[in-house]
């Protein structure tokens, strides 16, 4: 435990942004909201304007680029296609704005060599059930976890939670990381009440783990009475404001095991490193394939997607893609994916091949798929009424998946991958 604590301190003294960018941060979004709201008054748009994430709640983690969340919550009355348009009307003209393409979209603003303000549109609603989009209930948010949560020292261990899972890549609801969110830790940590009793509680978890911190549903009713499609995750998180959303829905199972993983090891030999983004060592990841005789591979993929989630969710789904066609033939051993926040994403893979792939083909009576199926392959044989080839393995890993990606150019295609690059083997 002393060990525990020393390595924990430590780390929040590191992680605290600088009072400094706090201070710059507030001088310009004191005078932007000025800004803000009497250019709205001019322009007899009924919308108001508030802080939202994590800059709100005081749980902002030091980083490289702060984006401080600001939504701008506009009446019922307008349609959905007059959200961002009048959002727009109202920033102006303002310099160093880029707009930001998606199911609703929203402004980035640069303010400062590593500052940004990110204004997104959302509806003003009482009632959760009429928000018409995830976004519309950021203000109940904010407003729940200022009130439940102004003790200093719980803010504290949010803090570390939040580092905690950007150092061991489980930090993020986008698709291609299925992690945690902000907000699901600052719960987590509200019921937990400290970083260390929240890592031992996950690190135990066996089977689904259903957390309702306001008691909403009796024990045995959350399976049964909450929409099933937001029951997939490992842990169901209850969410305080809208009792029908799971507020962990993002986590995927891989992730869940990953991080568990992490806390584990964490609780076996505290260390800062484990609050650290790590660098992969693919020069040492190849070193110990090229030892142990498997097969290494770099990929770069790009798209024309817009960058964030939208180019991200394509390329990871297009890794898991490849992943799937690899495993047909090799046995993976170790894989990687990163993606740069672009439109650009490199992955890796060690794998070795298998020794023999039985390849399923038609009926026998389906008479001209199985000649075709003859004529691309060898050694076949017949096994209840179907044909099926065995192939012997004589090709890396480099040469499948080139020969892959010529063959599947027009299913790349379609999963909106403009370019392939294999950048070492």
Known sequence: MKKINSVLNEVLQKIKPDKEEIDFLQKELDKFLIYFKNKSRQMKIDAEIFVGGSFAKSTMMKKGNY????????????????????????????ARMEEIHGSRDYFRIKIGEKFYF?????????????????????????????????????????????????????????????????????????????????????????????????KYYRKDR?????????????VILVDPTYKQRNALAALSKETFVKFQEECNKFLKNPSEEFFEVKKIDLAKIKE?????????????????????????????????????????????????????SKQAARFYFVARPKKEIILEGPFVEDKA??????AEHKNTFIKKKKIYSKLKMDF??????????????????????????????
């Open 67 to 94: 984006d401080i969340d600001l939504f701008v919550r506009f009446d019922k009355k307008y349609s959905e296609k007059e959200l961002s348009v009048l959002t727009k009307k109202i920033l102006g003209n303002m």
């Open 118 to 214: 990110e204004v997104v549109p959302v509806v003003k609603v009482n009632n959760p059930k009429e928000a018409r989009n995830i976004t519309d209930l950021s203000y109940s948010h904010v407003k729940y976890i200022n009130k439940k949560i102004r003790n200093k020292k719980v803010l504290d261990e949010i803090l570390l939670a939040k580092a905690f899972c950007h150092g061991t890549g489980t930090y993020g609801a986008e698709s291609y990381i299925n992690g945690f969110s902000g907000y699901s830790l600052e719960l987590l940590i509200y019921k937990y009440k400290t970083f260390l009793k929240f890592i031992e509680a996950m690190a135990k978890v066996k089977e689904k783990l259903v957390i309702d911190v306001e």
């Open 222 to 234: 959350v399976m049964i009475d909450m929409n099933s499609s937001k029951l997939n995750s490992p």
């Open 288 to 340: 110990k394939a090229t030892k142990e005789k498997n097969d290494f591979i770099l990929v770069q993929a790009s798209t024309k997607k817009q960058e964030g989630d939208i180019a991200g969710s394509k390329l990871f789904k297009f890794y898991r893609h490849a992943e799937d066609e690899i495993k047909k033939f090799f046995e993976i051993k170790e894989k990687g994916f990163n993606y740069n």
């Open 369 to 374: 798929n199985v000649k075709k199926f003859k």
């Open 396 to 425: 890396d890993l480099k040469k499948f998946l080139d020969k892959w990606k010529t063959k599947n150019k027009n299913r790349i295609a379609q999963m909106y991958i403009d370019k392939i690059e294999i950048i070492s083997n």
